[in-house]
C-alpha cells in the first residue's frame, strides 16, 4: 500500500453519554476501498451484544458466515442478518475495549457488497470472544452511509469509529 | 491527500536476538501497527508483545487458530506477555493492530493476524489486552523460546486520523 493512498474520512467518538449507533454519512465515491477501524464497548449487563453492519439505512438483503472463538472453543455459524462482531458487556473489566477492523473493497460499484471483518475482545475474564466474519449485502447500490448498531444496549463513553477511503495509486 | 500511515521505525536484525524493543514511539498517532517478516534460528515458539518495559502478569490473550486440520481456541490470564502468534524456521508474516494506544483512560488492546505454515504451529487470529491505562511508548517483541533469525524484519506504523 502506497502511504498516501489511505485518508481519514469521518470519525465519530462516543462523549458524554452513550449512543445507540456510529455512523457515517455522506460517504464521497472517490475512493476505491473503506476501512473502519473501531473501538468499542457496550453498555448492556448481560455480557454481550451482536454489532450489526447496514448501509444506506437499509436493513434488510445481509448475510454473513463466522468462525468464532471464545478461549476454550472454535465454531463456525452461518445467518441472514447483518451481525459482524460481538461487543463487551458492562459486566467486563473495567475500561476494556474490543477491537474491530471491517474492509469494504469497491464500496461504490455496481456489484452486492462484501466486507471482512476481524473482531477481538479480551477483558481478563473467562470467556472472550475472537471472531472472523465475512458478511455480506446482496444490494448492488453505491455505499453512501454505513450504521453500526447493536442487538442490545448501547456503544459507551469513549467508544469510537474511524472509516478511512482507500486510494489505489 | 494526506500521510495517514505511514512507518515509524524499522529494525532487520544483523544477528539473531530474543527481543525486538521500540522505544520512544510518538503519541501523535491513533493506531499502531506492527509487521514482523521473519523466521526463528531454531525450532518453533509462540511470540508475543510486552510494553513500556513490564514484564509482570499484567497481560492477558485469546487465540483463535487452525493448524491445518483442525480449528481451537484458547486463552490464558496473568501473562507475563500479549500472545501474537507462532513462529518457526520458515518465514512468516505477522501483522499486529494496537488501537488507541496514546490514550491515558482505557486499557490497552490488541488484535494480530498470524501467518505460519511451519509444522507444530498455526494461523491464528488473537486478540491481547495490557492492563494498564498508561500510553504506550515503548514496545518490546520477544519470543519465548529460541531467537528471531538474521534478516528478520519489524516495522512500525502509525494510522493518523487526521
Request: with cysteine.
Amino acid at each position: 500500500m502506497s502511504f498516501s493512498t489511505m485518508k481519514k474520512i469521518q470519525s465519530v467518538t462516543v462523549s458524554a453519554s452513550t449512543s445507540a449507533a456510529m455512523e457515517f454519512t455522506s460517504i464521497p465515491a472517490t475512493f476505491d476501498d473503506l476501512l473502519i477501524k473501531v473501538s468499542h464497548r457496550v453498555s448492556v449487563n448481560i455480557g454481550i451484544a451482536a454489532v450489526f453492519l447496514q448501509y444506506n439505512s437499509n436493513a434488510s438483503s445481509y448475510s454473513y458466515r463466522r468462525l468464532l472463538g471464545d478461549g476454550n472453543t472454535a465454531a463456525s455459524a452461518t445467518d441472514t442478518t447483518s451481525a459482524v462482531a460481538i461487543a463487551q458487556g458492562g459486566n467486563a473489566t473495567a475500561s476494556t475495549f474490543g477491537n474491530l477492523e471491517i474492509y469494504i473493497p469497491n464500496y461504490a460499484g455496481s456489484t452486492n457488497k462484501t466486507a471482512s471483518a476481524d473482531n477481538g475482545n479480551e477483558t481478563n475474564g473467562t470467556t472472550e470472544y475472537l471472531s472472523l466474519y465475512a458478511h455480506l449485502w446482496s444490494n448492488t447500490a453505491a455505499i453512501t452511509s454505513v450504521k453500526l448498531l447493536l442487538s442490545s444496549g448501547s456503544f459507551v463513553t469513549h467508544s469510537t469509529a474511524t472509516l478511512y477511503g482507500i486510494k489505489k495509486p | 491527500m494526506p500521510v495517514t500511515y505511514e512507518p515509524i521505525a524499522s529494525t532487520t536484525l544483523g544477528d539473531a536476538a530474543s527481543t525486538v524493543t521500540f522505544s520512544s514511539i510518538p503519541g501523535t498517532y491513533t493506531d499502531l501497527i506492527l509487521v514482523l517478516s521473519g523466521s526463528l534460528t531454531s525450532g518453533t515458539s509462540v511470540w508475543g508483545l510486552q510494553y513500556n518495559s513490564d514484564t509482570a502478569g499484567n497481560y492477558s490473550w485469546t487465540s483463535l487458530r487452525g493448524d491445518g486440520s483442525g480449528a481451537t481456541s484458547a486463552r490464558d490470564n496473568g501473562s507475563t506477555r500479549i500472545l501474537c502468534g507462532w513462529i518457526g524456521t520458515s518465514q512468516v508474516t505477522e501483522i499486529v493492530q494496537i488501537m488507541n494506544y496514546s490514550n491515558a483512560t482505557t486499557n490497552k488492546t490488541n488484535i494480530s493476524r498470524n501467518n505460519s505454515t511451519v509444522a507444530s504451529t498455526f494461523v491464528s487470529a488473537n486478540v491481547g489486552l495490557w492492563r494498564s491505562t498508561v500510553a504506550i511508548n515503548a514496545i518490546t517483541a520477544r519470543t519465548d523460546s529460541s531467537t528471531f533469525a538474521s534478516g528478520s524484519i519489524f516495522t512500525i506504523y502509525g494510522i493518523k486520523a487526521a
